[in-house]
């Protein structure tokens, strides 16, 4: 794996593991949880997706000839998309029931999920980003370090 792809996939996980930490600090009852926020629609999280795919297609500007690995990509994209959304409609309908022990397996299945799902896309990009120009990978690093920095910036602050 490459020095770029395991840095992107470090930067994943340790995002995943302050999220898990927060969250577990709160399921034992160290602050108060907000209430529930209506999860988005699986058909939302799709665009979400297709979006987002269509957004680096048109920023990278893939060529013809690397269309077949871009589409695995891409498809790796959608089905993260997928089965994340799918792990969070399952937890968020049964966290209200959930004991403490319930709760922090729920978690781990989360985390297992990431984990999995990152690995894969790791694995596709990996791929991808080899046929890339020396002017696309400069425009897909460009891109990519901005993300964390989006995500912080619209993130709510904390008390």
């Avoid at 995943?16 to 999860?39: C, D, I």
């Amino acid at each position: 794996m490459s020095a770029r792809v395991r840095s992107a996939a470090v930067w994943c996980s340790r995002a995943l593991g302050v999220a898990l930490l927060v969250s577990a600090a709160t399921a034992l009852g160290q602050t108060p949880s907000p209430p529930p926020q209506p999860t988005p629609s699986a058909q939302s999280t799709q665009d979400a997706a297709e979006q987002r795919i269509r957004a680096l297609q048109a920023q990278v500007r893939i060529t013809d000839a690397q269309m077949p690995l871009w589409n695995t990509f891409a498809q790796a994209m959608r089905d993260n998309a997928m089965s994340t959304d799918s792990i969070f409609r399952q937890r968020a309908s049964t966290t209200p029931s959930m004991t403490a022990l319930d709760n922090m397996r729920s978690y781990a299945q989360v985390a297992r999920a990431y984990a999995d799902n990152t690995e894969k896309l790791a694995s596709a990009f990996e791929a991808f980003y080899g046929t890339l120009s020396d002017q696309q990978k400069q425009t897909i690093d460009t891109l990519f370090r901005q993300q964390p920095a989006q995500n912080t910036a619209t993130q709510p602050a904390k008390r």
